[in-house]
């Protein structure tokens, strides 16, 4: 008797996270690194190729935007807009039940207290019916987020945090470079954030983010609080009990580099994603749901779809070479971190269902035109062999 033939395992061709973002910059980050490091002023952090970067970011938001404040990261940005607003003890603020931890870790590092609201099952961004029905007399805040590839419903947050007097923070850390009704993601809230970790669309090799806002009050609180509660001018004076999230001037400088080509590596994106979305569109008989079609309030950071057939999709694409993710596989108030803080008994049908099928499909702007077809080919072949009994045409 012979042995089976042992199947070799399918090396992986196309991976969700390029190990390659960077390549074609890498002088440019060892230029960096070289002037920053042989600078006559020896100055690493906070200097002027910082200040460069938020003005030129600042720039690109137009007019309107008060201030770009860089920080050491997306979720760190998060923290300062809660310390500015003085979000603490006793106080509630809003967030989506699906979502990144720092929407909720954040909330109880400022020892306030997360009030998880269910999401709309076709956005899968926090639903605003379901944030206002949690609104009480502890509320403070409200933080929507963007998701995936498709703003929260910005109008509907905003009409709603000023008919209740709350302050509004748009976590838009993985929204930069899309609008909503001629309005940059981030540009909603009172302040938002973007984030610049590796992956995100103006990702960097290093951690960092920034808060942009129209307060030029709360600009000024968020500079203070991410170095000490130190003015900028007093060195060693403490205005307010602050945070260390300061900015890599090397990080800065590489950043200013990659910024003309921000655009044309959005624009790939979304190419792309319009690509899946054409491909996929006819399979929401077949149980797999694309996300809503493009438009306004988009921007190409992921492309996820919903499956009841989820692990049997991503194996299939495994199968192919193909590496999918799972970004949220529980809602929030289902992780053992946030469950104490939620309400008990509460439910969020919503986000249960997204938990159990997200599956989202790489997406970067190099990937090459036939890679982006074998992905979707497999996709829907997929589909076409496992056609869901029970479709849910809902996302
Ligand atoms: C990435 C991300 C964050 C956190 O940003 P970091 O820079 O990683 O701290 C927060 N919220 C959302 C929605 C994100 O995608």
Not at 8 to 26: A, E, I, K, N
Not at 235 to 253: I, K, P
Request: net charge neutral; charged share 20%; with cysteine.
């Amino acid at each position: 008797m012979t042995a089976p033939p042992i199947t070799p395992p399918v090396p992986v061709t196309v991976p969700f996270f390029p190990p390659d973002l960077f390549d074609g910059d890498r002088e440019a980050l060892l230029d960096a690194v070289r002037a920053v490091g042989t600078g006559p002023g020896q100055r690493f952090i906070l200097g002027e190729h910082t200040a460069r970067l938020e003005r030129a970011l600042g720039d690109r938001l137009g007019p309107g935007t008060a201030d770009v404040v860089a920080c050491s990261s997306g979720t760190s940005g998060l923290s300062l807009l809660l310390a500015a607003m003085d979000v603490g003890p006793g106080d509630e603020v809003v967030v989506p039940a699906f979502g990144c931890a720092p929407l909720a870790a954040t909330v109880l590092d400022a020892d306030a207290r997360p009030v998880f609201a269910d999401i709309d099952p076709v956005r899968l961004t926090i639903d605003p019916a379901a944030a206002e029905a949690l609104i009480g007399p502890r509320t403070k805040a409200l933080m929507p987020a963007h998701m995936f590839s498709v703003m929260a419903d910005m109008p509907a947050f905003r009409a709603l945090a000023d008919r209740h007097g709350l302050r509004l923070v748009e976590d838009s850390a993985l929204a930069q470079g899309g609008t909503l009704a001629g309005r940059p993601a981030g540009c909603w809230g009172d302040a938002g954030v973007y984030s610049f970790v590796q992956v995100k669309t103006f990702g960097m090799p290093g951690e960092g983010g920034v808060v942009l806002t129209r307060d030029a009050g709360l600009g000024r609180a968020v500079r203070m609080l991410r170095n000490h509660g130190q003015d900028g001018v007093h060195r060693f004076v403490h205005h307010r009990v602050g945070h260390n999230s300061r900015f890599d001037e090397v990080m800065a400088l590489f950043q200013l580099h990659r910024l003309p080509g921000l655009d044309a590596r959005l624009a790939r994106r979304a190419e792309i994603s319009a690509y899946y979305s054409r491909r996929f569109a006819p399979l929401a008989d077949r149980g797999l749901v694309a996300p809503p079609a493009g438009g306004d309030g988009r921007f190409p950071y992921v492309y996820t779809v919903l499956t009841g057939r989820r692990d049997e999709l991503r194996a299939h694409l495994a199968a192919r070479g193909i590496a999918a993710h799972v970004y949220y596989p529980r809602p929030l108030p289902a992780q053992p971190a946030f469950a104490p803080h939620a309400a008990p008994g509460a439910a969020w049908p919503n986000a249960e269902s997204a938990a159990r099928r997200n599956i989202s499909l790489p997406l970067y702007p190099h990937l090459t035109d036939a890679q982006v077809e074998h992905i979707a080919d497999a996709v829907c072949a997929f589909a076409d062999a496992h056609p869901d009994p029970h479709p849910n045409r809902e996302r």
